[in-house]
T-cell receptor, first 108, second 114 residues
Framework: RKEVEQDPGPFNVPEGATVAFNCTYSNSASQSFFWYRQDCRKEPKLLMSVYSSGNEDGRFTAQLNRASQYISLLIRDSKLSDSATYLCVVNDDYKLSFGAGTTVTVRA | ETGVTQSPTHLIKTRGQQVTLRCSSQSGHNTVSWYQQALGQGPQFIFQYYREEENGRGNFPPRFSGLQFPNYSSELNVNALELDDSALYLC?????????????FGSGTRLTVV
């Protein structure tokens, strides 16, 4: 079983739409959680950390459910610039475990 | 504050050759991790270095080795290159104990083995 599993998409949405996707992780002892964004052929960049209480950063909302080992990301009012691959990431002590990524394309 | 820099940006090697990739960590960071990202996949953890010692290792064979220097920069060495080693190699730096704040990645080295 993969350490982090994500819905690969792709999600193809119009500008202004809301898009949501999630991932699951296998290690119940995992300590911290993130969403990273990766543009084509570029390095991953931290989008936001994820907390059990849920957290927002502008149009982005992340949620963690430790009991279900489930992490979600919601993007409101999608912009063309949101087109990217979103990586679900779990920090287990000394390493990051990445999902394979969810591809989002926002169309005009 | 300087970010994470990696060199070279692109590299083509022949199967069986050896390669060295380099990484300078972000100012103030003392831990360096290396990841391999194959096309269409998420990055896979290779190993981490802290205080010039390997601090953890993923599921990679011994022909993947590394070093960390006193200035926290790091090298990744791969011997006996195989075609499947073709990938984007990412270096990430962090502060030991500060992993809750995420890691900063370099722009990567794209290695092609032919």
């Amino acid at each position: 079983r993969k350490e982090v599993e994500q819905d690969p998409g792709p999600f193809n949405v119009p500008e202004g739409a809301t898009v949501a996707f999630n991932c699951t992780y296998s290690n119940s002892a995992s300590q911290s959680f993130f969403w990273y964004r990766q543009d084509c052929r570029k390095e991953p960049k931290l989008l936001m950390s994820v907390y059990s209480s849920g957290n927002e950063d502008g149009r982005f909302t992340a949620q963690l459910n430790r009991a279900s080992q489930y992490i979600s990301l919601l993007i409101r009012d999608s912009k063309l610039s949101d087109s990217a691959t979103y990586l679900c990431v779990v920090n287990d002590d000394y390493k990051l475990s990445f999902g394979a990524g969810t591809t989002v394309t926002v169309r005009a | 504050e300087t970010g994470v820099t990696q060199s070279p940006t692109h590299l083509i090697k022949t199967r069986g050759q050896q390669v060295t990739l380099r990484c300078s960590s972000q100012s103030g960071h003392n831990t360096v991790s290396w990841y391999q990202q194959a096309l269409g996949q998420g990055p896979q953890f290779i190993f981490q270095y802290y205080r010039e010692e390997e601090n953890g290792r993923g599921n990679f064979p011994p022909r993947f080795s590394g070093l960390q220097f006193p200035n926290y920069s790091s090298e990744l060495n791969v011997n006996a290159l195989e075609l499947d080693d073709s990938a984007l190699y990412l270096c990430a730096s962090s502060t030991r104990g500060g992993e809750d704040y995420g890691y900063t990645f370099g722009s990567g080295t794209r290695l092609t083995v032919v």
